[in-house]
């Protein structure tokens, strides 16, 4: 299942960056699985990952060779991801076949090892088969091409039911650049850096402190603003890559704001198709916790009511049960809450306030709203001026399905 | 589904308290949905409520009760609980229904409004149908019985499949007293302060400064390490009744600790119990967290394991996929965690060290154990002394149902 019709618009080429996609046979024989993405010469990278302390051995071997790529004044030129194998919790072997995957992609393209990253998601806790990868490699790069990112959205996929991309483009400077991406994640998605594996290149050329900068904003807004099921997975990775082709420069700040501005509208765009396509995902649900005191208490009520077992299956039968969340509310943990100032919406239907049903609600009007495939949620504190949204979905039949059903 | 056979063991009477179970057609026709309990005068009374901020108003109501009567220096003399309605989220409507419904049961026997305490469960959000339940006090006055535990246990369910009670006797000062207890509660059950309901009897005499203390250490080792799906209750409450008949003073330390670890014995059975009839529940599972600095960076794994989506449902599919588990570990939140460091038992089954799976395992010994009803996952943090244990179950396809049909 998924919310929306998922259609993709089109996916503008970047120039400077190109992506090769092949089958390794790694889980299911004959399906696409290894990615190649080749950089420019010269492209800036800012990368974010997964905050788990269990983090998978590419995400060790990506943080080292981004280091060793900077102290060597070096880019980084080809990023390699197979789906099928996580290659996370996999002690010192997992690390030593990540380093592998990248040392066979040097050898063929004549770059140092540390200049590859390497991207790795699907089941957690068995060997990558390394032999499958670099023997599938030479035909990752003959596949390399500047318009194939709709063969590489697909080929990053696992427990997903269809492709995530998302382009825009913008005048800077008199030049027009191009930000494209592409994204995967459907379950074991609570973001706390990045999501599960995104890629976004853009031809604008930004210095990478910048570059890295303006990410950890966009990142912020978007990809930390999401879940399915409240689990931060061991491999989440996102990478932005500035090829510099457009000869664009972002250096002013009023450039460096639109430039922003469009990364963060690609960012929030991968974020939501991720949601919309959440692991049994019947409901696309916006929560917006205003009138909060900081940051905190908002994020906190926000995650509470999106990752509340209740509210979720509530919200897969299209049931009104709204006394659920105003329970939640109450156990988000807001200290000295004035319970009877607590207002909560469903859409623009006022559903709750002094403490009970609003006197104006009746259970039509909430029906009508929870109908609808997509809706928001908000929840009004009265305390502050603060306010935050973040994006969910459903708890399903299918959840369960696909969870228990994911080894066999 | 509920895992065991839940055969409920012998419930001995307790002198000084009797219980009357009756219908009052609150949601379900015919269906035994009030509880009333009757205690002896010169009873001491411990309670424990939710920490939910929207506690509902019976739990409002029962906190000014005891406060008034302490103050006042009358005893708590009847314990009024309906099933089918929780009146939470219903504001000040709500409180006045509690209310009245406290007077109801005063009027009937002539004693003061707050020494009656007031008690629902159920759907929240609904207003609570006064009238039938004050219709049906006679009938509860008339059933009241010292031996009708059992009836009162199977009166004060809701989704739950089975009665949940337990017994206790002990020799203290040369003389027999016993603790019996009832509790309820299959879903929105992460206790704080107390499960759903519970209400606990003993005809030992304990000054009430005393009963509290105790009542408070059991708690928090039985009521508050359970986790079904993470959502606290709004109605949570537990009481503990001394009615003192049996003339056996608990005074001395020795007496105190003997009674403590008899009433935390029967605290931690109906814990358990309701775990075991959580919604949907097919498995029951202890999860212990050993060698963390402190009570909070174990409980804190724990609670992050028990409540995982993902490995609930890996649970519920006798999937031993540890690497979830490994997982949620990395993204507990403990500072600076030593993953090497850590190890992960199923049951006595060593799975994962050094960052990955056992050189020893065999997913043969990991299938064996996930077969089980019941098992526990163990976690070594190896970092401190501290170990701490809570109990949870499985996320089903049932867990769903229950939830998606709740109030059609």
Redesign the interface.
């Given at each position: 299942m998924a919310v929306g019709s998922g259609k993709l618009a089109e996916i503008f080429p970047v120039a400077g960056f190109r992506l090769g996609t092949t089958s390794a046979d790694i889980k299911t024989p004959g399906r696409n699985d290894l990615v190649l993405m080749e950089l420019a010469a010269g492209s800036a990278v800012a990368a974010v990952f997964t905050?788990?302390?269990?983090?998978a051995a590419p995400v060790q071997v990506a943080k080292n060779h981004l280091a060793a790529a900077g102290q060597a004044d070096e880019c980084i030129r080809y990023l390699i991801t197979n789906t099928g194998n996580?290659n996370?919790?996999?002690?010192?072997?997992?690390l030593h076949d990540a380093l592998t995957v990248c040392k066979s992609v040097a050898g063929f393209s004549g770059v140092e090892p540390f200049q590859v990253l390497p991207f790795s998601t699907g089941?957690?806790?068995?060997p990558l088969l390394v032999d499958k990868i670099t023997e599938a490699i030479p035909s990752a790069f003959e596949a390399l091409d500047n318009n194939t990112w709709l063969e590489a959205a697909e080929g990053i996929l696992t427990t997903d039911t269809r492709p995530k991309a998302v382009s825009r483009q913008l005048k800077l400077g008199g030049k027009l650049i191009t930000i494209s991406g592409i994204s995967k994640g459907a379950?074991?998605i609570?973001p706390?850096m990045a999501t599960m594996l995104a890629y976004i290149a853009t031809d604008a050329c930004v210095e990478q402190t910048q570059l890295q900068d303006v990410l950890g904003r966009a990142v912020e807004k978007s990809f930390n603003r999401i879940t399915v099921?409240?689990?931060?997975?061991?491999n989440d990775s996102l990478v932005l890559v500035a090829t510099g082709a457009s000869e664009a420069f972002i250096m002013a700040q009023a450039d460096i704001e639109l430039f922003e501005e469009a990364l963060e509208s690609v960012c929030v765009a991968l974020a939501q198709a991720i949601i919309k396509d959440g692991e049994g995902a019947t409901k696309f649900i916006e929560v917006i916790v205003s009138g909060g005191i900081d940051y905190k208490e908002c994020m906190d009520v926000a995650y509470a009511v999106a990752?509340?077992?209740?509210v979720k299956?509530?919200l897969?039968?299209s049931?009104p049960?709204?006394?659920?969340v105003?329970?939640?509310?109450?156990?988000a943990g807001?200290p000295n809450?004035a319970?009877?100032d607590v207002k909560i919406w469903f859409d623009d239907v006022l559903i709750?306030e002094?403490?009970?049903?609003a006197l104006s609600y009746t259970e039509v009007q909430g029906q009508r709203v929870m109908d609808q495939e997509e809706f928001a949620i908000k929840i009004d504190l009265a305390r502050g001026d603060c306010t935050e949204t973040i994006w969910t979905t459903d708890?399903?039949?299918d959840?369960?399905?696909i969870?228990?059903?994911?080894?066999?």
């Open positions: 905050g788990n302390a269990f983090c996580a996370a919790g996999t002690g010192a072997s997992g089941v957690i806790g068995e379950g074991m609570k706390n099921d409240g689990d931060t997975s061991t990752e509340s077992p209740l299956t509530a897969f039968a049931d049960n709204w006394g659920r105003l329970a939640v509310v109450g156990r807001v809450l319970v009877d709750a002094q403490g009970g049903r708890l399903s039949y959840y369960i399905r969870n228990a059903e994911y080894r066999t």
